[in-house]
Nanobody, 119 residues
Framework: VQLQAFGGGLVQPGGSLGLSCAAS?????????MGWYRQAPGKQRELVAN???????NYADSVKGRFTISRDNAKKTMYLQMNSLKPEDTAVYYC?????????????WGQGTLVTVSS
């Protein structure tokens, strides 16, 4: 099972950026909770947002109203639309998911993608 994050890059304050995270495996998998985390330099990794398999979402207070998490279960892909970006949103963003394969559920991390908000 692999989680691969896409997107990221440099954006000006007030701008928008979208991230995606795709799960893949050689066999059948089912994906439960998915989430985005971020880690800024010198800080601990923190939850940005997560989404259940049924679409129930949860956001960190710092991103509420600016970020939107979504998922496409058929494509096994999760998205994060980030609007009104601030310099303090600069971090490496990681996707995370609880994935069941061959009867066992494990927690997986993607490789991380850097988001830099700067003028």
């Amino acid at each position: 099972v692999q989680l691969q994050a896409f997107g990221g890059g440099l954006v000006q304050p007030g701008g928008s950026l979208g991230l995606s995270c795709a799960a893949s495996a050689s066999g059948f998998i089912s994906i439960n909770r998915m989430g985005w985390y971020r880690q800024a330099p010198g800080k601990q990794r923190e939850l940005v947002a997560n989404i259940s398999s049924g679409g129930v979402t949860n956001y960190a207070d710092s991103v509420k109203g600016r970020f939107t998490i979504s998922r496409d279960n058929a494509k096994k892909t999760m998205y994060l639309q980030m609007n009104s970006l601030k310099p303090e949103d600069t971090a490496v963003y990681y996707c995370n998911a609880d994935i069941r394969a061959m009867g066992y559920e494990y927690n997986y991390w993607g490789q991380g993608t850097l988001v830099t908000v700067s003028s």
